[in-house]
Nanobody
């Protein structure tokens, strides 16, 4: 099992920045990807960004390209999501997830990920 814990959410004004953290523990040797998704009430969970465990490859949703940056601290088994130029439309619960070495399912699919955190709320006021 892999445990995933997010932190860093909060309230920020439009145009501001936040940094989310995601710490993985347990059997992290099975991890291949660490990603971020977000969800608002009544909507499906949507992909935000992901990074390979090695840190060598990343993928972003078009809606956050140029504003969000995902990075990894190898020594701490932690992934960060730096969010700049935040917009009210970014308001959501943000979830961190870990994917193992699995089938060739798209990196931006929730089905690719095996372990999920509890989520952290991000609210962007106009």
């Amino acid at each position: 099992q892999v445990q995933v814990v997010e932190s860093g959410g909060g309230l920020v004004q439009a145009g501001g920045s936040l940094r989310l953290s995601c710490a993985a523990s347990g059997r992290t040797g099975v991890a291949y990807l660490m990603g971020w998704f977000r969800q608002t009430p009544g909507k499906e969970r949507e992909f935000v960004a992901t990074i390979t465990w090695s840190g060598s490859n990343t993928l972003y949703a078009d809606s956050v390209k140029g504003r969000f940056t995902i990075s990894r601290d190898d020594g701490k088994n932690t992934v960060y999501l730096q969010m700049n130029s935040l917009e009210p439309e970014d308001t959501a619960v943000y979830y961190c997830a870990v994917a193992g070495y699995g089938p060739a399912t798209a990196w931006n699919s929730t089905r690719r990920y095996d372990y999920w955190g509890q989520g952290t709320q991000v609210t962007v006021s106009p």
